[in-house]
């Protein structure tokens, strides 16, 4: 069965993760999180490609994300992760690969939904029971769109800047957002969406990125066609 092509739309965000292979460590120390952000950063510029949240777990990333051209993102992560691999072998006396196939990604509507990517992102070190709270974790972006911290890798998104008018009143109505987790039926939603690749949204915006890719959004049925059966016994 043929892979699904990847949708990209240039001003749309986009969520990506990419895992380790077998799900093993991408980042042994503090030395290969800062590596990563600044190859990231450098990447992002290249190839404009504005980053508005990330993560960096152990064995895994997510990053959420804007291109300004339709083959931004996948230049980005094709050029981070071939650098990034050589700088890791090349530590730690290693070969082969380190990742786990292609990046996976959805397009995610502005709006509420982008938030939640916001939140699903940033709350990753919490949900794995590394930190309490989302500010003691130091490989994401909370600490600058919750508390005002600056990183040249950031670009906040419209919606971000929407929040309010001064910094610190961005900063408090994002942190109120985190009073609630992801779980249940979103976190499902936005797993299944990254992992096949389908947009995050509503039925309209999954209809209009439809009509902008020409790819279906979303999830078709499983098992044979209906009638295929009857088809087959009047051969």
Known sequence: MPRRLRVSIPGYPEHIIQRGNNRQPTFASNEDFKAYIYWLREYAKKYEVSVHAWVLMTNHVHVLCTPNSATGISKMMQSLGRQYVRYFNSTYQRTGTLWEGRFRSCLVQDESYLFHLYRYIELNPVRANMVNDPSEYSWSSYQCNALGARSDLLTPHDCYVSLGSTEEERCK???????????????????????????????????????????????????????????????
């Open 173 to 235: 109505a994002y942190r109120n957002m985190f009073r609630y987790h992801v779980d249940g039926a979103l976190l499902e939603d936005i797993r299944m969406a990254t992992h096949k690749g389908l947009a995050l949204g509503n039925d309209k915006f999954k209809k209009h990125i439809e009509a902008l890719s020409g790819q279906r959004q979303t999830e078709g049925k499983r098992g044979r066609k209906v009638g295929w059966r009857k088809k087959t016994s009047n051969r």
